[in-house]
């Protein structure tokens, strides 16, 4: 706390006292806190006054109330009341010798109405309370279930025996036990299939059981096994290389009375000297059928329209700022159709406008988002959401290089592959062309390639940049939302208008960020590598924080793509020539970006395309099996069907949909393809996005509405803190995957328009706070 000149020399002695916060310890007495006062008095103050010696008195105290209000709230099973509700009760304790029940009297009126701004109903409440704790990973015991319907019933002067009460206890009550139900019976569902599938692996036999299960030659074995009509169950990869073929018996003998018409097709086949007649495996079995009904063996074929039509690929790529995308979107809009994928729904509204500036009106299709726009042959749409189905003459995916991640790669694949286009336009870095490559050659599909070079040079810093003069027109790049706070908090504390992007927000608020960074309205953009892809922005700087990043799995050294790709989006054409991409001093060597910006791309250890299942897949595996459990349809799949050493393709990362997957077992009277849709559905575990969505899908399967998440109380936005901040984020994506199951399950989830109305609420409130430029500091008051 600062002096005030205009204070009296007792009052600034005060004042320096206070910030010192070294006054009165538990322990000390009044005469002891006026002794160390009057200590500080300055020339000419001869006494305290009483009235100023008992604020000070309750100024030092209040920290050991706050510590003792926390405690008997945590103690008493209160948890929802936070520290900043008793914070604010303390502040208004004018009695320094205030107890126990005087602490609890000045609690009262301010949890209460904390209580009623959640919102207006009491049950809304109720649900926005416990909304909350689950944010921090808390959930309410049946004792402090009641607790807390008893102080909502006091705070909104509800009766004794209100059915409210009553109604919100059978039903909590009933949520618990049926939550407990589902976990017990996915366990045991879990187990069961677990056992069957080793129970089937322990039935497999090598070749040389073949010839007797089948009652033939070793010799037409081998043949038939290489005209794919006998099925290879498994194929384990032993030590030295060799490969140990295992089959399933009951399939072997199954295909018993096909010998004979095998035998003729042979014969047949050898006389005319042409091809053989294709195969009749009779009924499906083994996994070396699930791998063809799955087609992820031959991940190509199962794209059949794709395949039936004569496409041509040409594949467009160039470093950042090169013209890529307006090259392919010309093409895309003298087209009589057309589709253009992107990997943001971000992006996907800029294809749609940048269609709409060529006199093109399209569609738009994201995973939570329709606009149809009648009459239009044209579509904007995420690359999850490619329709496969329909042809068009022209088609655009952006960010081929997205290839090569482990959870999301497997969706270019499918594009790639499956787009029904007559003209396939794919655009990347140059990192992606050998994936591409590989990809055309599967599909059989001709290739041609175009190479664009940058519009404006782009040069690495010869020396390092630092915090304090960083200016107009830089973006400073981080690789966590805590670190782009961090350094938003030290350049405000420096004076800059400061903008931020990250993966977090929602694509509605970093539109709005990078605006505010575009018109000018704020000096310095911090951003995660979030910016690498898309938005539309004026930077003449990029200036790294940090050199390293977190994959998920180690920190290591940024790859040159991960250069490239950020670091490209310094320089603007036509507004800053020349792009400067440099480090932020501390954070290491600008050797290190010079560097990575001249090496050549880097060549991937592995060319298979990621592949993972789709709807159609995982009913056809489920019919092989004779199974409903889409756990036990994935773990087939992963664990048989698709073998690792597969010279073709490798299966995505799945883990988190083998998780909703394992969950969802305990919900019963769901049908295969739903609980396929509840897996695929975009959730952050890390908010207790699993187990709400199990919630989600037990009222789906009860018939009962599920209604969407709510804002919570949003306190103002100048008074918004990080804790805040990163609430609003969390109920923002759980609003993303309510209103992604709602364009699956309108009937289950019908209030889109109220989902709308709170996501809009909520991007505006998380905009408002990250426009605060400067944050009025709290002054001690005596």
């Given at each position: ?51 100023t010696y008992l604020q000070v008195l309750c100024q030092v105290r209040r920290k050991r109330w706050i510590s003792r209000l926390l405690d008997k ?42 209580l009623r701004g959640y919102a207006s109903t009491p049950r809304a409440v109720f649900e926005t309370v416990q909304a909350d704790l689950v944010d ?213 509204h800029e294809f749609r406008e940048a269609l709409a500036s060529r006199g093109v009106e399209a569609s738009l299709s994201t995973g939570e988002e ?413």
């Amino acid at each position: 706390m600062t002096s005030d000149s205009s204070a009296s020399p007792a009052r600034q002695a005060l004042a320096c006292a206070v910030a010192r916060t070294t006054i009165a310890p538990e322990a000390k007495e009044e005469h002891e806190v006026l002794r160390r006062l009057a200590r500080n008095l300055e020339p000419g103050a001869h006494e305290v006054p009483d009235e100023t010696y008992l604020q000070v008195l309750c100024q030092v105290r209040r920290k050991r109330w706050i510590s003792r209000l926390l405690d008997k709230t945590r103690r008493s099973g209160r948890i929802w009341i936070s520290r900043e509700e008793i914070e604010e009760a303390v502040s208004g304790i004018t009695d320094p010798q205030a107890g126990d029940q005087e602490l609890e009297r000045a609690l009262a009126p301010v949890a209460e109405s904390r209580l009623r701004g959640y919102a207006s109903t009491p049950r809304a409440v109720f649900e926005t309370v416990q909304a909350d704790l689950v944010d921090t990973g808390r959930v309410l015991s049946p004792d402090q279930t009641d607790l807390l319907l008893m102080a909502i019933a006091v705070a909104f002067g509800l009766p004794e025996g209100d059915p409210f009460l009553e109604t919100a206890r059978r039903e909590e009550a009933r949520r618990q036990q049926t939550a407990s139900k589902i976990e017990q019976t996915a366990r045991q569902k879990r187990d069961k299939e677990e056992a069957q599938l080793r129970e089937w692996e322990e039935s497999l036999v090598p070749f040389a059981e073949v010839p007797r299960l089948l009652r033939c030659s070793q010799r037409e074995a081998l043949r038939w096994i290489a005209e794919n009509r006998l099925p290879v169950a498994r194929k384990v990869r032993e030590s030295g290389g060799r490969e140990r073929w295992e089959f399933d018996p009951a399939a072997l003998v199954a295909l018993r009375g096909k010998l004979g018409e095998w035998r003729k097709d042979n014969g047949r086949g050898a006389e005319a000297g042409g091809p053989k007649t294709a195969p009749d495996m009779g009924r499906k079995v083994a996994n070396s059928v699930i791998a063809r009904v799955a087609a992820l063996d031959r991940y190509a074929a199962h794209f059949r329209t794709a395949r039936a039509l004569n496409r041509q690929i040409t594949l467009v790529t160039g470093p950042t700022n090169s013209g890529k995308s307006y090259t392919a979107l010309n093409a895309l809009a003298q087209a009589e159709s057309g589709l253009a994928l992107a990997p943001l729904r971000l992006l996907a509204h800029e294809f749609r406008e940048a269609l709409a500036s060529r006199g093109v009106e399209a569609s738009l299709s994201t995973g939570e988002e329709r606009i149809v726009v009648p009459g239009s042959k044209h579509l904007a749409a995420t690359v999850e959401m490619c329709p496969f189905y329909s042809p068009v003459d022209v088609a655009v995916i952006d960010e081929a290089q997205m290839l090569f991640d482990t959870d999301r790669g497997a969706a270019w694949t499918a594009a790639i592959m499956g787009a029904p286009a007559r003209h396939l336009y794919v655009l990347g870095a140059p990192d992606c062309i050998p994936m591409v490559r590989r990809i055309a050659e599967l599909c059989g599909d001709p290739l041609d390639e175009i190479s664009l070079e940058r519009k404006s040079p782009l040069r690495a810093a010869s020396h390092p940049v630092r915090l304090a003069d960083l200016g107009a027109g830089d973006a400073l790049i981080a690789f966590s939302r805590r670190e782009v706070l961090d350094l938003r908090a030290a350049l405000l504390q420096h004076g800059k208008r400061v903008a931020v992007v990250y993966g977090a927000l929602s694509p509605e608020v970093r539109r709005a960020e990078a605006q505010r960074f575009n018109d000018g309205e704020a000096d310095i953009l911090v951003a995660t590598d979030a910016i690498g892809m898309g938005l539309n922005l004026s930077i003449k700087r990029v200036v790294f924080a940090a050199l390293k990043k977190y994959d998920g799995r180690q920190t290591r050294d940024l790859t040159v793509q991960e250069v490239k790709q950020i670091g490209g989006r310094a320089g603007r054409f036509g507004k800053h020539e020349t792009g400067v991409v440099a480090v932020l001093a501390g954070a290491g060597s600008p050797t290190f970006i010079r560097r990575q910006l001249e090496a050549d791309p880097e060549q991937p250890d592995d060319l298979r395309p990621y592949v993972q299942p789709d709807a159609d897949i995982v009913k056809a595996v489920a019919a092989e099996i004779g199974s409903q459990s889409l756990y036990g349809v994935l773990s087939r799949i992963h664990r048989a069907v698709l073998r690792k050493d597969d010279p073709n393709y490798r299966l995505s990362d799945m883990e988190q949909a083998f998780a909703i997957a394992s969950a969802l077992e305990g919900v019963e009277g769901l049908d295969l393809t739903t609980r396929w849709s509840y897996a695929m559905c975009p959730v952050d575990d890390r908010d207790n996005g699993i187990r709400r969505l199990v919630g989600w899908a037990a009222d789906h399967a009860a018939g009962r509405r599920v209604l969407p998440p709510g804002t919570g109380r949003l306190p103002p936005s100048e008074r918004a803190g990080r804790e805040e901040l990163e609430r609003a984020e969390k109920r923002h994506k759980r609003l993303v995957a309510w209103r992604w199951l709602a364009l699956r399950f309108p009937e289950i989830y019908p209030d889109r328009e109220e989902a709308e109305d709170t996501t809009r609420r909520l991007n505006d409130w998380i905009e408002s706070v990250l426009r605060q430029q400067s944050r009025t500091r709290r002054s001690s008051r005596f």
